[in-house]
């Protein structure tokens, strides 16, 4: 009688897996793959410290300009504060629209204690 059972699915898989070795009889060693770095012109060099330095100025510009804004954002609400007789940080939350409420599910003592009552109740 012979074993008419299909072959099992890992001898299907090594049958059909080839390695580089079995496609290139022939050769010893899988060659070392070379990848060339195109060399950049003069030009291109400069070009590219130009843009580098005007991208640094355009930063320092740009982060001036918030220290200005946050200066005269901290002035007014000094000012609005005093003017209303209201703290600075109910303002201050006015204006960036914060909210009081997380939307990240925190560990905290009181649920711990709410949690471990409910696990002795249903004992």
């Known amino acids: 009688m012979e074993n008419t059972q299909p072959p099992s699915i890992p001898a299907q898989a090594a049958i059909l897996t080839t390695t580089w070795a079995s496609r290139n009889p022939g050769l010893d060693i ?3 793959r070379v990848r060339l770095m195109k060399n950049k012109s003069d030009a ?15 930063q320092a510009k740009l982060e001036s300009k918030i220290d200005l804004f946050l200066e005269d954002q901290k002035r007014f609400i000094e000012e609005t504060a005093k003017r209303f007789a209201v703290q600075e ?10 909210t009081t409420y997380t939307k990240h599910h925190k ?4 649920n711990a204690l709410i949690h471990h009552k ?5 004992e």
């Open 30 to 32: 899988q060659p070392t």
């Open 89 to 98: 940080s109910l303002i201050q939350q006015q204006i960036t629209h914060a």
């Open 118 to 122: 409910h696990v002795e109740l249903n």
């Open 107 to 110: 560990v905290s003592l009181r």
């Open 44 to 58: 291109a060099h400069a070009t590219q410290k130009l843009q580098a330095q005007n991208k640094k100025e355009n």
